[in-house]
């Protein structure tokens, strides 16, 4: 349920540019629409849970910026910026977490559900800056190399998939790791 939340608006978006036929006017429109979502899904989080994911305050402030600047200028490589910063705003932020605070972004955010090794956490945390790393590049190829709908249909279904896919590649690599508790060794059950 999370994962749909955490991408509405850009379903939101990807819906409203596809049922215009001018590209140009359901680019503006599919933006606004992007903008008030990205709103919306700020101000339920913060009025249900009394707090707002920092990825999503990132992105809401690129998609304000970014967005504003895509709907005043009718130019879309704004737009297509704001998708490669964010992504290498995310590769900075895990990269400097290994020399900000005692331990690397990944393992704050998943040590409470697992237990890895430290060369386990290093490997994971490089991957995740390496993916976003690249997916910002990737995303300026296509938008610099392809039409905008094109854009569109790889920012929808690209990078949504490309990010599936490396979180499932990514659940069998750490699955080498994770022990249940039959497997776990006797005496780490002692006190």
Known sequence: MKFLFDFFPVLLF???????SDEVEGMV??????????????SYNWLKHKKVEKMHVITL???????????????????????T???????AVFFGSHF???????????????QLPEKVWTHL???WISFFFLLGLLNIYIGHNYDFDTWVDF?????????????VLQAVYLSRYI?????????????
């Open 155 to 167: 920012k929808f279904y690209g990078l949504m998939g490309l990010t599936l896919a490396f979180t």
């Open 100 to 114: 900000i605070g005692k331990t690397p972004i990944i393992k704050r955010m998943m040590n409470h559900a697992i």
């Open 61 to 83: 402030v690129l998609v304000v910026v970014f967005g504003g600047a895509t709907m005043y200028f009718r130019e879309p490589a704004y737009l297509i910026w704001k998708v």
């Open 179 to 191: 022990q249940t508790e039959e497997e776990q060794p006797a005496d780490s059950n002692k006190e």
């Open 85 to 91: 910063i964010a992504n290498w705003l995310f590769a």
């Open 125 to 127: 945390s490089a991957s």
């Open 14 to 20: 990807f819906i409203t540019f596809k049922s215009h």
């Open 29 to 42: 429109t599919a933006t606004g629409v992007l903008i008030m979502a990205s709103l919306f899904q700020v």
